[in-house]
């Protein structure tokens, strides 16, 4: 009988954005991250719905957006996924990015200790919660590779998702979700902050807990965080997820083909959306080879015979790469 394994990271973080154009440029200019997959909603397909990721798109990686036609802004407050987490090299990296943050007028904060790691904190231009975590000293899963023909020199490039934060008014019940039927464990605590970590452990797999009961409840919209996905191995585990939800009688979508991975959402607390995604297929397929990976309007089979409809409604914008040079950018940083 298959033995039901731990969730061995995170896969993906999904948020909301006021532009699809505005993403791409901040995604791809700024924080030279590469586009791997541009697509629609498969639940709402008049919604792009963008990855950003490491260079070939690999599972742990990528960060993606929706952009919901006339969504209002966010407000930030308790019950959300509020910060999102994207992992550089090392300190030096920080460093780095102290000074393309500077240059590209980007709000942060400067670099701080969090849980004995270094971080910045920064937003975009819709006031979307980001941090970068160096890599420094982890020892737990692996990153992917930063994005090789992108702006960012790739020995300072985000390669992968981070330790990401979520704040919650009921911490109790989530902690018990957590540790009971997530099998996550919390491995540290600094004040109203719990340190969890799943599989391996480190930046890759973890999440902090914030612990909050005086702010209001936030407010869903474009520069939030729409939910948050772990890593499953394949099929055959997601399929005992699915069991395990069912089992402790957690609300879920049961089985979901994405086409490009494949899931299950199960709301865990208020305000808090849980996916579990599987590491393969991937985002290279018959459509979009490596080399032009996020450069076409691609489309999962069950849409293609309605491309043309779709492309009516969708607006288009050009994200062709493949024929650009993307000078690496110092910015007076020595090599």
Do not use: C
Not at 95 to 123: A, M
Not at 200 to 227: D, P, T
């Amino acid at each position: 009988m298959t033995k039901l394994l731990p969730l061995t990271g995170i896969h993906h973080i999904t948020a909301i954005t006021s532009s699809a154009e505005k993403n791409y440029d901040f995604f791809t200019n700024v924080l030279g991250m590469r586009l791997v997959k541009k697509t629609v909603n498969q639940d709402d397909v008049q919604t792009y719905h963008l990855f950003f990721a490491d260079d070939k798109g690999t599972a742990g990686t990528d960060m993606t957006f929706f952009d919901f036609p006339g969504i209002p802004q966010s407000r930030h407050g308790n019950n959300e996924i509020y910060r999102s987490g994207l992992r550089v090299p090392n300190d030096r990296a920080l460093e780095y990015w102290l000074k393309r943050f500077d240059h590209f007028g980007v709000k942060h904060t400067g670099i701080f200790e969090q849980f004995g790691v270094n971080v910045i904190n920064f937003e975009d231009y819709d006031g979307q919660q980001m941090q970068l975590i160096s890599d420094e000293h982890d020892t737990g899963v692996a990153p992917g590779t930063a994005w090789t023909n992108g702006p960012v020199p790739t020995e300072f490039g985000i390669y992968g998702l981070g330790t990401t934060l979520i704040r919650v008014a009921d911490f109790h019940s989530l902690k018990q979700v957590l540790e009971i039927l997530l099998f996550f464990r919390e491995t540290k605590t600094e004040g109203n902050l719990h340190y969890f970590e799943m599989g391996e452990g480190g930046n890759g797999a973890s999440i902090i807990v914030e612990h909050n009961q005086l702010m209001a409840r936030a407010q869903q919209g474009f520069g939030s965080v729409h939910h948050i996905a772990f890593r499953v191995k394949d099929r055959e585990q997601l399929d005992l997820w699915i069991e395990r939800m069912q089992a402790y009688q957690v609300p879920s979508s049961g089985y979901v083909d994405r086409f490009y991975f494949e899931s299950l959402y199960a709301p865990v607390a208020d305000g808090i959306l849980f996916e579990f995604a599987t590491d393969e297929p991937g985002f290279i397929d018959d459509e979009e080879s490596y080399e032009i990976l996020g450069e076409t309007l691609a489309l999962p089979p069950k849409f293609r015979n309605h491309r043309e409809q779709i492309e009516k409604i969708v607006r288009q914008f050009d994200t062709v790469r493949s024929t650009k040079t993307f000078e690496k950018e110092y910015f007076g940083f020595d090599k």
